[in-house]
C-alpha cells in the first residue's frame, strides 16, 4: 500500500507542468500531519488566538482614543502575548512530528521565519512592559506594531491551509485519474 502511495505520488510529480511548486507534504508527511494530536492542538489554539487579538485590539484602540482602560489594553496585551508564545511552542511540536524539524521545515520556512519577528515585536512589548522603558501610549503602538505583524503571520498561514488542500484535492483527483486509467486498460 505504502509503494502504490509513492508511486502514485511520484506520477503526479511527473504530472505538475514545469515550473509548478511541489506539494506542500510528502504523503508520509501527510499521515503524520493527520494522524497527530498537535494538528488538532494547532487548529484550536489557532482561532483562540486571533479571538484574543480580537478583543485585544479592541482595548488598546479604545485606550488610544479615550486615553481608558489603559490597564484592561495592557493586560489583554499580555495574554495575547501568552497566546503567542503557545501557539509557537505547539506548533514547534507539530512541526518536529510533522517534518522532523522542530522549527523552519521546508514548507513553512518563511512562515517561521516572519514569525521570529512577530514574537520579536510581542517580546518587546512586554520587555517595554515590564521595565517602563516606553510611555503607556508608547507600549499601545508598539503593540499595534506586533499586531500587524501578526495579521501578516496569520495570513501566510491560511494561505499554506488553502495551498495544502489545493495539493490534497489534486492528489486525490490524480489517484482516481490513475486508478480509472488502470481499469480502463
Known sequence: MLNQVASTAA?????????ARPPLYT?????????????????????IQFLVFLISLGL??????????????ALSVLVKTLTLYTIMITGCIWEKVVFDRWLFAPAFYWEDMF????????????Y???????SS???MWLALAAYSAYLIN???????LRMARLDHAASLASASATTTAGVCA
Request: hydrophobic content about 45%; charged content about 15%.
Open 27 to 47: 504523503p508520509q508527511e501527510r499521515a503524520r500531519r493527520d494522524a497527530s494530536v498537535w494538528t488538532l492542538v494547532q487548529g484550536l489554539l489557532a482561532p
Open 128 to 134: 517595554a512592559w515590564t521595565t517602563g522603558a516606553l
Open 60 to 73: 488598546v484602540l479604545r485606550y488610544l482614543w479615550t486615553g481608558q482602560g489603559e490597564q484592561a489594553a
Open 154 to 160: 496569520a495570513a501566510q498561514f491560511i494561505w499554506k
Open 115 to 126: 514569525s521570529m519577528g512577530v514574537l520579536a515585536l510581542h517580546t518587546a512589548y512586554v
Open 11 to 19: 506520477r503526479s510529480d511527473s504530472l505538475r507542468p514545469a515550473g
Open 137 to 139: 501610549p508608547q507600549q
